[in-house]
């Protein structure tokens, strides 16, 4: 390599004495596409914030584009200076438009200083035209799609003439075919001479996408090199220090046809929500799942997955359709009513809907199961409390510092923890589990699969829902696909492949009438 365009040398982290990160070390070459990998935790978003001028680091130096960079940066200064940074939750302005977004507190000005609009919005098309981003410069942000806002992040960083942009996993949220653009769009930076730090959990993002690879285990460098050089079980075995075996469910479990229904549903149907532009209709939806049954659902975003999800909770309306849960009628009109009678959610996006950030492990966990923690009707017995948080902490290996950390300073994995051990703390009867492992390093991920075939194994009807097909192949026993709020086939856990599962997932409304 050249002379590189940044270099990490002994970088640390402390906070409140815990060491976050300690001798990090990171190098990229200009127009370089570089993978940095790790388990949640790891590190690698106390790397990206002190990289961004978010979090100044306790030690060590950053030099970028020939020169150390000032510890006590703050993120403009960084930005002033190409450092570009995509987090996950986008930092866009949701009723401005896009060209004010892309350009806010820069704007093209009048003479008289009032902001040239006519001017914002034609820099603005030129750069969404090199993006392919068929979207208007006048669009308010919110009437666009998580892909669609992640281009305007990028569009913005050009605006910024980025010379690093730094993406935390960019393609958590999009579907296959919004990955394919936005590595078209990577590829056209790299060409371009801008750096990319890409942060993914998807290995084979990295091998489809990247030049060369950092990892972090435990807040500390465990290696680096060039993609073409290495394997996926290498780079598992730097990440985690051990091999993580993902195993599918046992054949010998997999047949459930004997075993009562424990969920029936038959004709769930919902109009399209006229205040949402993303909002999907479903139509005439019909399934079941047994008890001790791992469900799988499968289809393409738009589907309708999530939305089925969030009606069987009582989370969304729907205007037709009847349940049954053990064979009694179930009306799941609210989440508290689903709840009581034992069906449980883990959400799609778990900082919105699935914790409460702001409290404490403990009390995250506590709020399913209050009134079995109550003595004297009134107060919590403690003692309790603490025997349920350290059975749920060492069954599911939740790495915290204790129990009254906040949910929101744990990593992704341990956050998804927190919420399946809620769920199971309830007792479910049915567990209903909507991208179960969506940001999670590898080793986590093995880890939730195997909660979730341990309380298939206790009895409760499992239903995952997942856009990571080699995933729901895996864990189910058997699996439903959709397609524009429709039920287009369904398929046993063995016999299915992602060649089936995609041709079943394509099928139209046009071709099921014809059928």
Not at 136 to 155: F, G, N, Y
Not at 219 to 224: A, P, V
């Amino acid at each position: 390599m050249s002379q590189p365009l940044l270099k990490v040398t002994d970088l640390a982290k402390s906070f409140s004495g815990v060491w976050a990160l300690s001798s990090a070390q990171l190098t990229v070459g200009a127009g370089e596409i570089h993978a940095l990998l790790g388990e949640n935790g790891a590190g690698k978003s106390t790397l990206l914030k002190a990289l961004a001028g978010a979090q100044p680091q306790t030690r060590g130096e950053i030099w970028f584009n020939g020169e150390t960079l000032p510890v006590d940066d703050s993120p403009v200064e960084r930005q002033n200076k190409g450092i570009i940074t995509i987090y996950q939750e986008f930092n866009l302005l949701p009723n401005m438009t896009v060209a004010e977004n892309m350009f806010l507190g820069r704007e093209p000005r009048k003479r008289n200083l009032i902001v040239d609009e006519r001017a914002v919005n034609q820099e603005a098309q030129v750069i969404l035209d090199y993006l392919q981003l068929n979207v208007a410069p006048t669009t308010p942000v919110a009437r666009l799609s998580v892909a669609q806002q992640q281009m305007v992040e990028i569009a913005r960083a050009l605006t910024l003439n980025a010379r690093l942009i730094i993406m935390d996993e960019p393609s958590a949220a999009l579907s296959d075919s919004e990955v394919e653009s936005l590595h078209r769009v990577v590829r056209e930076l790299k060409n371009r001479g801008v750096s990319i730090i890409y942060v993914t959990h998807r290995l084979h993002e990295v091998f489809q996408l990247c030049d060369r690879f950092t990892v972090f285990q435990d807040g500390r460098f465990t290696g680096t090199g060039a993609v073409a050089e290495t394997n996926v079980e290498q780079l598992i075995r730097l990440m985690v220090g051990r091999d993580v075996a993902f195993n599918r469910r046992p054949a010998s479990v997999t047949h459930h046809e004997d075993k009562p229904v424990r969920l029936a549903v038959k004709g769930l149907s919902r109009e399209k929500p006229p205040l949402d532009p993303h909002g999907i209709a479903l139509h005439d939806i019909s399934f079941h799942v047994h008890a001790g049954e791992v469900l799988g659902i499968a289809g393409l975003v738009g589907a309708g997955r999530t939305e089925v999800a969030r009606c069987l909770f009582g989370a969304d309306a729907f205007t037709a359709g009847s349940f049954e849960l053990d064979g009694v009628p179930y009306q799941p009109r609210d989440p508290l009513y689903a709840l009581d009678q034992g069906v449980a959610l883990v959400p799609e996006d778990r900082k919105k809907e699935g914790a409460v950030l702001g409290l404490s492990i403990r009390d995250n966990l506590s709020l399913s199961c209050l009134s079995s923690l109550l003595q004297w009707r009134w107060f919590v017995n403690t003692r309790k409390e603490d025997d349920l948080i350290e059975s749920y902490r060492k069954a599911l290996q939740i790495k915290m510092v204790n129990s009254a950390q906040e949910v929101r300073k744990l990593s992704g994995g341990n956050q998804q923890k927190v919420i399946l051990a809620r769920c199971m703390a309830l007792n479910p009867r049915v567990l209903i589990v909507d991208e179960p492992t969506r940001g999670i390093d590898v080793g986590t991920k093995s880890e939730v699969h195997q909660v979730l075939f341990d309380m298939a194994k206790k009895g409760v009807a499992v239903i995952v829902i997942s856009s990571d097909l080699p995933e729901v192949m895996a864990v189910s026993d058997r699996i439903i696909t959709l397609s524009e709020g429709r039920v287009t086939g369904e398929i046993h856990g063995d016999d299915a492949n992602e060649e089936r599962l995609m041709t079943m997932m394509a099928i139209n409304h046009n071709t099921l009438n014809a059928a």
